[in-house]
Each structure stands twice: as C-alpha cells, then as structure tokens.
C-alpha cells in the first residue's frame, strides 16, 4: 500500500516524511526545489505497514522543463498510491498552486487528506480552518518540526488505507541491490530508465539533476533486482554548495548498502581518474563492480579503444572489474550489463567446496613455490599453505592455514589473490583472504581480516596517467 504525499514547492513536503518514518532518507533544505524524483520509503503505525511517496514541489505555473518533469513524476506517484496526502503551509495560507492541486485530486479516485503542515504551535492551529475551501475534506494540523499531529495524520492514513483494496504480494527471492553511481552528467539516470523501460527519474542536459538515491524494483525473469539510481560524485575539492555535499554523501551511502554496483562512465571522455576514484571508493564499500563506458554509440570507438581502457582498469584497480561498453539512448548492450549484475550478485553469495579450494591451493604451489625468509639468524624458513577454506560471503572470504603469518609476502598474497579470481570469475569481487597460522587454529575469526596490508589508492599518481 502506497501514499503519496504532494504540495506546493516548500511547504515541508519532505521534512514531514521524515518526521513520519522516523527517518532521516528524504533530503531537506531551506531552499525550494530540492527534491526531484519520487522517493518511496517504508512506514509503519500501529502494526500496519505503507510506503510513503516523496515528490518534488508541484508548482503549475513555472514552465521551467525541469519542472515540467517533476509535476510528471508526483502525478506518476499519485497513480502509483492509494492514498494521497497534500501538504500545505499554514503560515502562506491558500496559494493558487494548492487550488489546482486540490482541482487535480478531486477528480482521482484517491483517499484524500490535508496536512496543515508549519503548525508549530497551539495558537497557530485555528489557522488550518482556512483549508476547508479546497473541498478535501477537514485538514489535519501537523508539525514536521515539532511533530504536532503526527499521531493524527498516520491514524488517518491507515483508516483510508484499510478501506482501500488490497495490493498483490511482491514476489519472493533473494534481492540484489544494485547501485548506479559515477559521476554527474554521464547517463546514470538514463541507464535507470532504460533498465526499467519508462522514465521512472528525471533525465536533464543539466548536471546535477538526481539529488538524492532512488530505490526501484526491477524483475529480470524470476530474479528480483532493486535499483538505485545516485547522484553524481565529484572531486570534494569542486563540490559547491551543501545540498550537493549531502547529496554525495548518499550516493556514498548507497554503494555501502549495494551487493553490486556499475560505475557509469562517458565513453567520449574515457575512463577517467575520478571514475576510478568512484571506482574504488565501491570497492572499499565491499560492492562488486563492473566499470560502464556509457554513449558508446557516439564516440563510435573501435576495440583497440576499448582493449585500451580495460588494460588502464587492471593496472589501476586491484579488483580488475570488466569495463563493458552500453548506450543508454539507443539501448544497445543494455540487457547484457543486467546479466553481469546478475553474474556478479551470484559470485558475492555464492560458496566454493573446501575440497575444490584445496585442490585450486596445491595447483598454485605447484605453479609458484612459496616464498622462503630469513628469520632469527641465519635458518631459512619456507611459507607453507596447508589448507584452505571459505568462511564467509557477500563478499568472500576464504581463510588459508599456514605455518607462519611472518613469512607471508605482499606478492605472493597477490599472486594467490589474482589466480583465485582468474579461476573462479571473480573480476571486480571483492574478496578477503586470511592467513591464518596454524597455531590459531579454532579461535575466532576476527572481525578485521589479518591480511597483508596492500597500497593506498594513489591520487597523485591516478591524476598524472588517467588521460596519457
């Protein structure tokens, strides 16, 4: 069961929704305009639960495009709910724009309800009186700030919601969130709605015009996907202003809360450094990642091109993740980037037998002896891998026996590392190797793997050979 909750821009449209959620997922800010697409979010009240639609400010009188597309996106979330909540400011009174929202939800078929919203005090409740004219019936004094009427707005909700018919089931299954994050203006949002084949979000020349991430469900065959569209991350050196602070920081967030993630790039450019950056920052997130060279179709590049930027990827980044190539526009190559999330979701859940594992170990000894040490004087010692075994996924993690920690070398642990992916079709999964000495064996694995401490991400050095 959904609500939709619509309204003039700047009446506290999102500020209740977080109020109501207990939440803070819906971005806020003094400033008109700030929420764009339609956001759902999980509510819950007295047992019974909903998801309420966050839409951006309806204003019908501005011809600006952009707001063009966010009066299509709050009339797409009013035919997507069953109740409709409209959101208007005590404080400004009646505004046109609320008459002709009232006009438009008088003619749906929508359980209504007027949030008085801006009621922060008792003497400014008889202030909501004056809603009665928009013919919604008798509006509720609410205070996103304070929290007054909160109470009574969600006991209207679910009185409406239960005199609605009941909606079917989502189907069951495993979930693979996926998140589409790179940097502003290269197509994340296009991909999104090519993916779901409508224009679920708002796609605009201007950078910058996702500002917060969007969960969305997707069905490919009987696998359930969420997709979560981000908004652009740039160098924190260029961020502007706070709400573009904020909103990077959720498309951050989002990658953290991913199983899989597509870093989207423009073709035309290349893979450049802050992609990588993007990149990594989703590999450290422990997302399995794919690297997308989106508008393909426009630089027209040969394979030479493309065989380029994948040797850049696998110098670059230690996880090695595929760079496919896509058009969001005309849709080539789209429907193969679902399969290698799929592929990638699997890899993130599944689980290798011990005894095939074994079997992989005794094949790298066999192919690269261990390295020997000097240690306490002059005996030389040989690392030995004794056994080997997975404990753990999303994301892997394999623990192998050895008979000294001291002895381990950054490069061997890479070599098993980079065979371990070549063999098992781990490109961009992140994986976790313990070694663990045989001393310790039966303790508690710690939260924290004691593995070989590999190199920092290189800025300084990412910048002066992104663009040879």
């Not at 449209?13 to 929420?35: D, Q, Y």
């Not at 764009?36 to 495009?65: A, H, S």
């Amino acid at each position: 069961m959904k609500v939709a909750v619509v309204g003039y821009p700047n009446v506290g449209k999102s500020s209740l929704i977080n109020r109501l959620t207990g939440t803070r997922e819906a971005v806020v800010h003094e400033r008109p305009g700030v929420t764009r697409d339609r956001k759902e979010l999980e509510c819950e009240w007295n047992g019974r639960q909903f998801k309420l639609i966050d839409t951006g400010g309806v204003d019908f009188q501005d011809e600006d495009p952009l707001a063009s597309s966010i009066r299509d996106q709050a009339k797409a979330g009013l035919a997507d709910a069953q109740v409709a909540v409209l959101v208007v400011d005590v404080r400004a009174g009646i505004r046109p724009g609320d008459e002709e929202m009232a006009d438009l939800l008088r003619r749906s078929p929508l359980g209504m309800i007027v949030a008085a919203n801006k009621c922060d005090g008792v003497d400014e409740i008889p202030l909501a009186a004056e809603f009665h004219r928009l013919g919604l019936g008798a509006p509720i004094p609410v205070s996103a700030a304070q929290g007054l009427g909160s109470g009574d707005l969600l006991d209207r909700i679910v009185e409406l919601l239960d005199l609605s018919p009941p909606t079917p089931d989502e189907p069951d299954g495993d979930t693979v969130r996926l998140a589409i994050i790179g940097r502003p203006n290269v197509g994340k949002s296009s991909l999104v709605n090519r993916f779901l084949g409508e224009e679920r979000v708002i796609v605009s020349a201007l950078a910058g015009t996702t500002r917060d991430a969007i969960d969305m469900p997707l069905m490919v065959g009987e696998r359930k996907l969420t997709l979560v569209d981000t908004a652009g991350m740039r160098r924190q050196s260029k961020v502007a202003d706070s709400i573009e602070y904020y909103t990077a920081l959720r498309s951050q967030r989002a990658a953290e809360r991913a199983d899989v993630a597509l870093v989207v790039c423009d073709a035309r450019e290349g893979v450049t450094a802050q992609d990588l950056r993007v990149a990594e920052l989703a590999m450290k997130a422990g997302c399995a990642t794919a690297i997308v060279l989106n508008k393909w179709d426009v630089r027209e590049g040969s394979e030479d091109d493309l065989d380029h930027e994948r040797a850049r990827v696998a110098e670059k980044l230690r996880l090695r993740p595929r760079v496919l190539t896509a058009s969001a526009l005309t849709g080539r190559h789209v429907a193969r980037l679902l399969t290698e999330v799929l592929a990638l979701g699997d890899r993130m859940a599944g689980r290798i037998p011990t005894a095939e594992l074994n079997r992989f170990l005794a094949e790298a000894v066999q192919a690269r002896q261990p390295p020997v040490g000097t240690r306490r004087g002059s005996s030389q010692h040989r690392l030995k891998l004794i056994y080997m075994a997975q404990i753990g996924e999303r994301p892997p993690r394999f623990a192998i026996q050895i008979n000294s920690r001291a002895r381990v070398t950054r490069d061997y642990a890479y070599f098993l590392e980079n065979r371990l992916r070549a063999r098992y079709g781990m490109d961009g999964v992140p994986l976790v190797i313990d070694f663990v000495e045989r001393g310790q064996r039966g303790r508690e694995v710690p939260a924290r793997p004691p593995r070989v401490d590999f190199p920092d991400f290189d800025d300084d050095h990412l910048e002066q050979t992104a663009n040879p």
